[in-house]
């Protein structure tokens, strides 16, 4: 692959930072921004270069990691992923496109001052000019910004020099008459004043000794442009009446004529059209790299990452966007458009923001010879002001943004995902702080639960296990139907093992309904010789168990709602019932055992009841390769009752070698918490031949449809014993957001 050659030196750097900036927003944004804000305009430009500073940072840093053409695509992609590298990518070469085309129709009005010229012929013109500049290559593009920037600061040097002497305190009055809304509101307007301060960094491949000429470059032009805006809007306001320059079209020139006379507006005049013309010539430059970048990346096509033999530019890319610039100029009312594009260039900066934290916070190698300081507040800072500036950008600003992210993932969706499988750093950042979070969790047991010599009933002794969620020295089994004596036994030895590492107990209870028509009188409830029969049985366990064993009897009308109660009055750890696993039907028509899910103030152990004797191989399956800590509570306890050991069944991903080792890495941390021996065993979902549990515990999708939909759990291969379906209470339940976001990201 052919590499673009590194001929911008820091003047060039300088000039490109500074020449992207100092165009609409000093020459045709004042004039709005006054209309807002009044004089507070003032401190509007310098809040909004203030809260500029976060974005520069972490883009000088991520450009001086990666020195590539591309810039913000190329961070953003590389932390966040395809999706939000071609999100940022199409938008912001959209929001270039549109900046630049803003800034020669916005240019022309001060041209017209002197000469009686058409509007979109002269800019259409210009622009042809630039394209053909850019083409030629970055080192004329270089010089050609150089001297512009030099001659327009110049001009604009000789304006706030000559027009100071003459400010009047009077058109300060009523400052803050706008009040905080107003002020905010009208920095959310200039900021873009600021955008192309790291614009340098999408031709950070074209840059001699990026490490230090990068970030040089970024930081030093936004400090100098900050006090330049500065000086000349407070010059602005102060040398003319208050409103005489509100919604003007060359609202400079106005303020020239009043101090400097016709000399004063031609000199404003030449600095407008240079500086105009060179915030075009810098969006070319800098917007064509992102379509180059993403074609490198392959999500767009691979035509417009080539590079010309003869001009060393990429040709096919700057066509492109020359293309669009004209016809942006030629068809569409580039100001309404321009500040659409404004508003997602704010969501862009946010992004980088967030794509520092992504790297710092990954684990790909990631070396920058420059580091932002005061990591994280600084990105934290960013984004959260660049949400705040952007609600005060209005509803169309929202609607249009939102209308080129809908295009972008519609890209992404039709040409993207079937080309390009990488993910970015965020998402192994978001993996691992998840499984580091999923091992906190997990409650293990003492080393010395193995086989406790007594029987503890106290119920002070109750919490001891640690989180009070999952508390299980007492279980509830549910007997809801009627079962034979080994299945009535399979249940209770399964309570049994669960309590026994915290020396709990079990208690039993047979529900029995009858019709609503029946009275609960005292014959209902007068004990059968079943009942008796039941409670000797129960007497039996406890005794050959080794755990207390409570046994009673419940008739009721409502056998759910008799259930969730007895939980609650009993304050019991875990519910376990026999139980099919659920179903799609039951969960969109309900049935009593998801009421009772729903609704019980407790753990819900649900049992497709194989038979349960002295299990010794205990598997634990989720196909992320991460377990709910319920469950590994859960199989703990079992495994150590009968000296047994886990096995940590997960589907690994045939191309997702980070996942892989973050799933290895939390397993075997996992292992070394528990009092049990545990092995990892990947699985193959096509029947692939596996170990046989003697038991299999795995985490429940929940009650809820929607938790259905959001669980994609591969079908494991039929383990041919007990399955023990773990579904956590009210309080331990996962909110939908966090479930969605692990199965992205696992």
Known sequence: MKELERDLGLPSVLAISIGAMIGSGIFILPALALEIAGPAVIVAYLLAGVLVVPAALSKSEMATAMPEAGGTYIYIERGMGPLLG?????????????????????????????????????????????????????????????????????????????????????NYVGFFDAGIGGLLAATGLVFVSYAGVTKVASVAEEVESPGRNIPLGILGSLVFTTVLYVAIVAVLVGITDPGSVAGSSTPVAVAAEVTLGQVGVVAVILAAILALVSTANAGILSSSRYPFAMSRDGLVPPSLSSISERFGTPVASITLTGAVLLALIAFVPILEIAKLASAFQIMVFALINVAVLAFREGSVEYDPEFTSPLYPWMQLFGVITGLLLLAQMGPIALIGAFVIIAGSVVWYLVYVRSRVSREGVATDAIRQRISRRALTAVDPLPADTAEPDRVDSSASEKGTSGDENRDLSEVLVALTKDLDVDRERSLVALAADVVRPHGGRVIVVRFQEVPDQVPLTDDVAVQSSDDVSFEARMNALSRELNVEVEADEIVSHDTKHALVNAASDRNVGAIVAEHEPLRLRSRLFGDPIDWVVRHAPCEVLLVDNLGYEQPERVVVSDSDGLYSPLVVSVAEAVATANQGSIWLWYVPSTDDTSRNETVRQYQSNLSKMLSVPVRSEPVRTDGGTVMSPDVLIRRGAGPRLRDALSDERPTFPAPGCTTVTVYPGETDRPSFSRQLLRRFVF
């Open 86 to 170: 071609t999100i940022a990518g199409v938008g912001t070469w959209f929001s270039l496109s549109f900046k630049g085309a803003l800034a020669l129709v916005g240019g022309v009005p001060y041209l017209l001052l002197l000469l009686d010229l058409p509007l979109k012929p002269v800019a259409l013109a210009l622009a042809a000019v630039l394209i053909l500049v850019n083409v030629f290559g970055a080192k004329q593009t270089g010089r050609l910004q150089l001297v512009i920037v030099v001659v327009m600061l110049a001009a604009l040097g000789w304006f706030a020099a000559g027009s100071a002497p003459s400010v009047e305190a009077a």
